[in-house]
């Protein structure tokens, strides 16, 4: 599991993953506004913040390392 946290809850700004929407609906916010991403695979992402009109505020690459299909314990 890989949280991810914002100082301010989405409004003017949403999350994006490898370039796609993420924890766009309320269910996928916890009470304390972050959102958890179990990865699939291993490899580079990108995660974005994005303001309504599109632009990037905030960027960051990363790498999950691991065997493919592994699961995992927490």
Same mark, same amino acid.
């Given at each position: *599991?890989?949280? =991810?946290?914002?100082?301010?809850?989405?409004?003017?700004w949403?999350? =994006?993953? &490898?370039?796609?929407?993420?924890?766009?609906t309320? &269910?996928?916010? !916890?009470?304390?506004?972050?959102?958890?991403? =179990?990865?699939?695979?291993?490899? *580079?992402? *990108?995660?974005?913040? #994005? $303001? *309504? $009109?599109? !632009?990037?505020? &905030?960027?960051?690459? =990363?790498?999950? #390392?691991?065997?493919? !299909? $592994?699961?995992a314990?927490?």
């Amino acid at each position: *599991r890989i949280p =991810f946290e914002a100082t301010s809850k989405p409004g003017d700004w949403s999350w =994006f993953l &490898d370039g796609v929407p993420y924890g766009q609906t309320q &269910d996928s916010v !916890n009470s304390a506004g972050t959102v958890d991403w =179990f990865p699939k695979k291993p490899g *580079r992402h *990108r995660l974005e913040i #994005r $303001a *309504r $009109a599109g !632009n990037t505020i &905030d960027q960051v690459e =990363f790498t999950v #390392r691991g065997q493919e !299909n $592994a699961s995992a314990t927490y």
